[in-house]
Nanobody, 120 residues
Framework: QVQLVESGGGLVQPGGSLRLSCVAD????????MGWYRQSPGKQRELVAT???????NYVDSVKGRFTISRDNGENTVYLQMNSLKSEDTAVYYC??????????????WGQGTQVTVSA
């Protein structure tokens, strides 16, 4: 059984910071590409940040310089440090992990999401 559990969301003022965590259970975590997505009401889900099994990171332009994705393979955890938060960052944030086997089979899992609200 695979489970991804996000935590760390909440209400924060503009300019503030939050750190999201996603703990994975039931997967060979070091072999998985991990990512954070977000979705605001009435909008499509957006890829925010990714990190490969070897630690290569990518970010959507709107969060570059403000957000940092990282992983701790010993704890099966991926993090999203969010600084200088803006109202536009308000969304439900989802943790994702996937792995492609040489056979062509893909393993792809999602967490339930954690709400981030940036408001004065």
């Amino acid at each position: 059984q695979v489970q991804l559990v996000e935590s760390g969301g909440g209400l924060v003022q503009p300019g503030g910071s939050l750190r999201l965590s996603c703990v994975a259970d039931g997967i060979i975590f070091p072999a998985y590409h991990m990512g954070w997505y977000r979705q605001s009401p009435g909008k499509q889900r957006e890829l925010v940040a990714t990190i490969t099994p070897i630690g290569t990171t990518n970010y959507v332009d709107s969060v570059k310089g403000r957000f940092t994705i990282s992983r701790d393979n010993g704890e099966n955890t991926v993090y999203l440090q969010m600084n200088s938060l803006k109202s536009e960052d308000t969304a439900v944030y989802y943790c994702n992990g996937y792995r492609d086997e040489f056979t062509g089979r893909r393993y792809d899992y999602w967490g339930q999401g954690t709400q981030v609200t940036v408001s004065a």
